[in-house]
């Protein structure tokens, strides 16, 4: 088998909000942790659309409580029977659009608080930083990639198998691998996953073959041919 070897694990990154960016503090080939803050995107905007939602609250909660008085009124004038049913259903409906009015501002100030939390980039796994992107400073839009982090502790190879070998194969059979550079230094995979369908054109199967790397000798994209002992 034959192939160039990749991380079984890797993230993008990228931005939730729009903005521009305020700081990138990784950059290539720097290690980073799962949940480390690797960057911020500029506030200023988002924190204006906080104050104006939740001022849009305060004045829907008022109205709210204006409504609820009023019903409470009514209620009490309807037992006296100094006012119609439908003038105090009426009250009763106003109310509930009050009420409504106020759940929807609340729903709009949390989405506000959690664009405010989104604004900060934090890596989704513990790996290497591969590639950054962008710059400090550069505009972003939502879904912009910002940082590749990619984790080195397990490598796995993509190795096409010919359709007729597959039966012979099985989970967890040794692979010895010899990769571009290391000379005589052999690795040791197990077949993981076997691809259930045959590529297109080719007719053969892919075979994924776990690589442990744990001292992070192994890069992404380094080429290796081997046998699988069957």
Do not use: C, W
């Amino acid at each position: 088998v034959s192939g160039a070897v990749q991380p079984s694990r890797s993230a993008v990154v990228k931005a939730k909000v729009a903005g521009e960016v305020r700081a990138l503090t990784v950059r290539e080939g720097e290690a980073v942790r799962a949940g480390q803050v690797i960057g911020r995107i500029d506030t200023a905007d988002l924190e204006a659309r906080l104050i104006e939602r939740q001022g849009a609250l305060e004045s829907a909660r008022a109205q709210m409580a204006l409504a609820e008085k009023t019903r409470a009124t009514n209620q009490t004038l309807l037992k006296q029977n100094f006012i119609s049913q439908n003038a105090f259903d009426n009250s009763e409906s106003s109310f509930s659009v009050a009420r409504g009015g106020v759940k929807s501002a609340e729903a709009q100030v949390q989405i506000a608080r959690n664009a405010l939390k989104d604004a900060v980039l934090t890596a989704p796994l513990s790996g290497i930083v591969a590639k950054r992107h962008l710059q400090a400073g550069e505009k972003v839009t939502f879904d912009t990639p910002v940082v590749t982090v990619v984790d080195l502790g397990t490598l796995e190879l993509n190795a096409m198998v010919p359709a007729v070998d597959v039966p012979e194969l099985q989970l967890g059979m040794p692979v010895e691998l010899a990769i571009d550079g290391f000379g005589e230094r052999r690795f040791s995979g197990r077949v993981e996953r076997i691809n259930p369908a045959t590529e297109p054109g080719t007719r053969a199967i892919v075979v994924y073959v776990g690589i442990p790397n744990s001292d992070g000798a192994l890069k992404g994209g380094m080429f290796a041919t081997g046998r699988i002992a069957l």
